[in-house]
Nanobody, 120 residues
Framework: QVQLVESGGGLVQAGGSLRLSCAAS????????MGWYRQAPGKQRELVAIVNSYSTNYADSVKGRFFLSRTNAKNTVYLQMNSLKPEDTAVYYC???????????????WGQGTQVTVSS
């Protein structure tokens, strides 16, 4: 019942910036946490940034460069990526921990992934 739609991926030069967005839709009661993961070739999926009701957490590799914001009214999260490096190249996946409307059910939902490529 829940769909996460991502946008903003693409090809950029090292040192450039990119802004990703993810919008959740469906029978949503609440979003308990929402953020981004990424997976590079030959690597495991790793947390990039995520926000919940208490705090925003960032991977050490992106601290000071990436900034996560969440708009609750629109069930949307944004990832502003600055000073991009070739090692940031990966497929980026939106993730949300969502409670469904009218139920106590909650689960993680994933977007389809969007490719971010930083040239060098």
């Amino acid at each position: 019942q829940v769909q996460l739609v991502e946008s903003g991926g693409g090809l950029v030069q090292a040192g450039g910036s990119l802004r990703l967005s993810c919008a959740a839709s469906g029978s949503i009661f609440s979003i308990n946490a929402m953020g981004w993961y990424r997976q590079a070739p030959g690597k495991q999926r790793e947390l990039v940034a995520i926000v919940n009701s208490y705090s925003t957490n960032y991977a050490d590799s992106v601290k000071g460069r990436f900034f996560l914001s969440r708009t609750n009214a629109k069930n949307t999260v944004y990832l502003q990526m600055n000073s991009l490096k070739p090692e940031d190249t990966a497929v980026y996946y939106c993730n949300a921990d969502i409670s469904l409307r009218g139920t106590l059910y909650r689960d993680d939902y994933w977007g389809q992934g969007t490719q971010v490529t930083v040239s060098s």
